[in-house]
């Protein structure tokens, strides 16, 4: 994906993600546009995202794996447990 589209497709997931509805899902593939961009300040972006579709729904198991990759990936061993 292109860098525009990223933000693009940010832009709309955020909205849905805020929307009343609070769909765990929106928020974890908001996450994952986050991640998957890679811009400066994205990680910790992508990390409120993954929380917040926890918070949503605690069953929600994608989320925690996500936000396990990257507490792995910065050396954080013990939150990624």
Excluded: W
Aim: charged share 30%; hydrophobic share 40%; proline share 2%.
């Amino acid at each position: 994906m292109a860098k525009g589209e990223y933000d693009q497709a940010i832009a709309s997931l955020a909205a849905a993600a805020d929307d009343l509805t609070r769909d765990a899902r929106a928020s974890y593939r908001l996450g994952r546009a986050y991640q998957q961009r890679g811009a400066p300040g994205d990680l910790d972006l992508a990390l409120e995202s993954y929380s917040d579709a926890i918070e949503r729904d605690v069953q929600f198991h994608q989320a925690y794996r996500a936000r396990g990759e990257i507490f792995r990936s910065l050396g954080f061993l013990r939150p990624a447990i």
